[in-house]
């Protein structure tokens, strides 16, 4: 039978380079009593959520910029629980999840697939020198209102509330109709995709790389810069004093859903697709967990003791991809990856579990 005794890290303890207890996951194995859960920070939800009442015209613009799939998500739930338990697992000094069979981590591809992101494209980098008056005078022009200079934050920031969409009319202009486009993707941005642990302000950067037209987004590699982002908050998350933490949570704890099948949620009733791909909707956004958050339910009594219980017996099974869809970033390039391999992990005997 194999050994499933708890250990508080890798076999081979040489990876880990930090000092002692600087980790969280020590604090966990020397404190039988911390049972602190991350508080887990995005943007107030209805900054960028419309609760599917999106206007056509506006979600033709968000998907021509690439973040229609960004879009549908807006209205997951986060699981604190889940979230703290991998960050546990996490070390900085290899930015991968240590499991009890090895490391496991989040790829390129991953953000591709789960998010709808380009991974190809421009970096995101460069430092903006704009005033308090040019940001205002930006806001005004590309989003449709005016701030008032007290909501912006150090000249780089500017705060959630202050921010507000140019309402949709039949008769609205397409100036009127690109600015809303332009500041929900700027909220799906800061408040989603690079959402820092202030919990109420976003990058005033996001929106001077709107400039222009909506459709030249595209031209960014987002998706290696959200996983980036996400490594920072990962790293700074698994502290021995972290209390939040920040970051694209929603693409991990997709991922997680993907890659650990144990931890997805219940389904209340089956879903009919129809014709159309994984959770499409519209105009077939490529994220199939979206229809099934709004037909489950995430129970927070599943709690922490549950989740150490699966990654303690985790094994690894490698199962092919049969199918690619064909509404994922990489269609452009038209070389369907048929023949790449997912590594899906597995818990056998979860019945018998406490």
């Known amino acids: 039978m194999a050994d499933r005794t708890p250990r508080p890290g890798p076999v081979d303890r040489s990876v880990l380079t930090l000092p002692p207890y600087t980790h969280r996951a020590e604090r966990v194995w020397h404190d039988p009593s911390f049972n602190d859960i991350l508080k887990c920070i995005n943007c107030p939800r209805d900054a960028y959520d419309a609760g599917g009442q999106r206007n056509p015209r ?13 879009e549908r998500i807006g209205n997951m739930r986060l699981d604190h629980f889940l979230i703290t338990s991998l960050v546990e697992r996490w070390r900085p000094e290899t930015h991968t999840f240590h499991l009890p069979f090895g490391e496991v981590g ?23 020198a704009n005033t308090n008056a040019a940001w205002i005078h ?10 008032h200079e007290s909501d912006l934050e150090r000249g780089v920031e500017i705060k959630c509330r202050a921010i507000t969409c140019t ?42 790389i709107l400039n222009g037209d909506l459709a030249d987004a595209r031209r960014w590699s987002w998706g290696s810069a959200v ?32 890659r650990l099948p144990m931890l997805r949620p219940q389904l209340l009733r089956p879903i009919n697709l129809g014709h159309l791909p994984y959770g499409c909707s519209l105009y077939g956004p490529p994220i199939h967990w979206v229809i099934s958050l709004k037909t489950s339910e995430i129970n927070p009594g599943f709690g922490l003791p549950r989740l150490c ?14 199918f690619v869809d064909t509404s994922l970033p990489f269609r452009e390039s038209r070389n369907p990856l048929s023949k790449v391999h997912a590594i899906t992990l597995l818990a056998p005997a979860l019945a018998q579990l406490p």
Request: proline share 5%.
């Open 227 to 258: 996983l980036g982002f996400l490594y920072h908050y990962l790293c700074k998350g698994s502290k021995w004093n972290a209390r939040q933490i920040g970051g694209c949570l929603h693409l991990l704890q997709l991922w997680a859903w993907e």
């Open 138 to 147: 930006m806001c005004t022009e590309l989003a449709g209102f005016t701030p």
């Open 309 to 322: 219980s699966f990654f303690a017996i985790m094994r690894r099974g490698i199962t092919p991809i049969g």
């Open 106 to 128: 989040i790829s390129l591809q991953d953000v591709a697939i789960l998010l709808g992101l380009s991974i190809d494209g421009m970096p995101l980098s460069g430092p903006t």
């Open 58 to 70: 506006v979600l033709v613009l968000i998907r021509d910029a690439g973040f229609l799939g960004v």
């Open 167 to 208: 309402p949709i009319r039949p008769e609205s202009t397409e100036e009127e109709v690109t600015q809303h486009a332009r500041v929900v993707v700027w909220q799906l941005l800061g408040g989603l995709l690079f959402p820092n642990t202030s919990g109420d302000k976003i990058r005033l950067y996001f929106l001077e």
